[in-house]
């Protein structure tokens, strides 16, 4: 069965990074676009961060331009997402997601 399995996630301060990773498995992964979401606490679900599934082309919410970049390795069936230069309004679960499926998500808190 499909399983999407985040990591990474952590209490960080303001102006840091840190790199979440997402293990895929049961399908083919180089099938398909992966995308990252997150959900901050009394907030609506928002799109992160979405790549192609040859990691061609990646899409990006307007907030975190500049700062987070979204990259695949195919080999490894996994999807990464960095993030630098975090700042508190990126406080949130953040959630790996193909086409109809969702991992249990990885919490980022950016405080100092």
């Known amino acids: 069965q499909v399983q999407l399995v985040e990591s990474g996630g952590g209490l960080v301060q303001p102006g840091g990074s840190l790199r979440l990773s997402c293990a895929a498995s049961?399908?083919?992964?180089?099938?398909?676009?992966m995308t990252w979401y997150r959900q901050a606490l009394g907030k609506e679900r928002e799109l992160v961060a979405s790549?192609?599934?040859?990691?061609?082309?990646?899409i990006y919410l307007d907030s975190v331009k500049g700062r987070f970049s979204i990259s695949r390795d195919n080999a490894k069936n996994t999807v990464y997402l960095q993030m630098n230069n975090l700042k508190p309004e990126d406080t949130a679960v953040y959630y790996c997601?193909?086409?109809?499926?969702w991992g249990k998500g990885t919490l980022v808190t950016v405080s100092s």
């Open positions: 997601n193909r086409f109809g499926y």
């Open positions: 049961g399908f083919t992964f180089s099938d398909y676009a």
């Open positions: 790549i192609t599934s040859a990691g061609g082309g990646q």
